[in-house]
């Protein structure tokens, strides 16, 4: 019954990475959009940023190179 409903998520494992390839790709944007509004320094909106993706579950890491990110 799982499969007619969509709940089995393993049925077509090709597609699987592309769920993280889209996650990666829509985090990075507001990471961009992040360091846009630090680089105005409009502080609220990235601390804005920073707490609505920490909200599901994204911990950005601000470093000299760069700001990553990881699931935490």
Not at 7 to 19: H, I, M, N, S, T
Not at 47 to 64: F, T
């Amino acid at each position: 019954g799982g499969d007619v409903l969509g709940v089995v998520k393993d049925k077509y494992p090709e597609e699987a990475g592309g769920d993280d390839e889209m996650l990666d790709k829509l985090v990075n944007v507001l990471i961009d959009q992040r360091n846009l509004a630090r680089k105005e320094k409009n502080f609220s909106l990235a601390d804005e940023v920073r707490d609505i993706l920490g909200s599901v579950g994204i911990v950005l890491e601000d470093k000299p190179d760069g700001t990553t990110w990881r699931l935490g």
